[in-house]
């Protein structure tokens, strides 16, 4: 598992207890002797006014294609959390380079750093 790969993981639910498989994008390799990693959340119910820690990935468009995304979804980085290896399923693709820049890029924005 590496930063800029994309996988299928159990992801918590904001405001309630439980957690729901979906694709989030790996930020870090694992943390601590607790295999951990920081993901992004990704989601196929793009806003109809994107927030600017928002990315859209169009998996029709050649930066976008690694991610083997099945349609139009939203990288959404202000929604982060840090899950056990266990809770990630499957591995579904990669970003690019250029688009891990821009991740890089909007968490910097983010996180005021």
């Given at each position: 598992?590496?930063?800029?790969?994309?996988?299928?993981a159990?992801?918590?639910?904001?405001?309630?207890?439980g957690?729901?498989?979906?694709p989030?994008?790996?930020?870090?390799?694992?943390?601590?002797s607790?295999?951990?990693v920081?993901?992004?959340?990704?989601?196929s119910?793009v806003?109809?006014?994107?927030?600017?820690?928002?990315?859209?990935?169009?998996?029709?468009?050649?930066?976008h294609?690694t991610?083997?995304?099945?349609t139009i979804?939203?990288?959404?980085l202000?929604?982060?959390?840090?899950i056990?290896?266990?809770s990630?399923?499957?591995?579904l693709?990669?970003?690019?380079?250029a688009?891990?820049?821009?991740v890089?890029?909007?968490?910097?924005?983010?996180l005021?750093?």
């Amino acid at each position: 598992m590496l930063p800029g790969e994309i996988y299928l993981a159990n992801f918590p639910f904001g405001g309630s207890p439980g957690m729901k498989l979906r694709p989030v994008l790996l930020l870090t390799d694992t943390i601590g002797s607790v295999p951990e990693v920081l993901v992004a959340y990704i989601s196929s119910v793009v806003p109809p006014h994107p927030l600017s820690s928002d990315l859209i990935l169009d998996p029709r468009q050649p930066e976008h294609r690694t991610t083997n995304l099945k349609t139009i979804s939203v990288l959404r980085l202000h929604k982060l959390a840090t899950i056990h290896g266990r809770s990630i399923a499957r591995r579904l693709g990669t970003i690019s380079p250029a688009v891990s820049l821009t991740v890089a890029e909007k968490l910097r924005t983010l996180l005021n750093l």
